[in-house]
């Protein structure tokens, strides 16, 4: 299994130098990708200019989108903004899609949310149908429609995150969908995590962002903080599980905005 590590674009405080320097030394290894998310109304930095800036200064990490909302956007415009970070990164770009879990992302786009799951469909056949051969797609969700869609029109499945039994779950039911459309091969499975690793300040700062992130959950933010990785054994064994439930990539999230976080996760996945 790879393991990839997100973008601090969206935890507080980061800015373009901090961005840029983590995405130099993740591509000095040892990390497989780097990973961004998406999100409107929030502080989260677009993820497809994001990916853009870590082109010019990376050379071998695959450039992940964990995932991008997709009906938020035209579907030419997020074709041609995609197809130019493929361009820019000679062909490193990793595209995934969702439909995103707020309404008022939705909102703020003036997209009506009640058509976004036909709209996610049409966006993916018709991305096909411009990219052939072009980058990978994938689909994020953990509903029925999201395993058809990464069965029918994509590569593969984005898992959201959870425990290890979670996603072994989930995977099962990607993979029967994958065998349900009659496709041949298998369907790449991926992942992400979040981990805050350091002092007791630093894992009550990852738990802060978590908790105004998920905050529209009502309540399942806390299951999601209890999740975060905050010790290097916990990230071994998130690691270890996942591995052995057959994801073939798993993207660590970072939850604080320091460059000692990419260098100690560095080190415990390194090793």
Known sequence: MRVGVGLPTSTPGADAGLVLEWARRADAGPFASLGVIDR????????????????????????????????????????????AVDRLSGGRLVLGLGLGARTDDYEAAGVDPRDRGAALTSQLVELRRRWEGGPPLLVGGGGSAAFAR????????????????????????????????????????????????????????GAAYLRDYYRFTGGFEERIVAGNLITPAAVKDHVRAYEEEGCDELVLLPTVSRLDQLERLAQVVGR
């Not at 994001?50 to 995932?67: D, G, I, K, N």
């Not at 979670?166 to 349900?180: G, T, V």
């Open 40 to 83: 409107l109304v929030h502080d989260c930095w677009d993820p497809l200019a994001s990916l853009a800036a870590a082109a010019a200064v990376t050379r071998r990490v695959a450039l992940v989108t964990m995932v991008v909302i997709g009906p938020l956007r035209g579907t030419a415009l997020l074709a041609r903004q995609a197809a």
């Open 150 to 205: 990464a069965a029918r029109h994509a590569d593969g499945w984005v898992h959201g995150g959870g425990p290890p039994r979670a996603f072994a779950s989930a995977a099962a039911r990607a993979r029967a969908a994958w065998a349900d459309a009659g496709r041949p091969g298998r369907a790449r499975l991926y992942a992400q995590a979040y981990f805050a690793l350091g002092d007791e300040g630093t894992v009550a700062a």
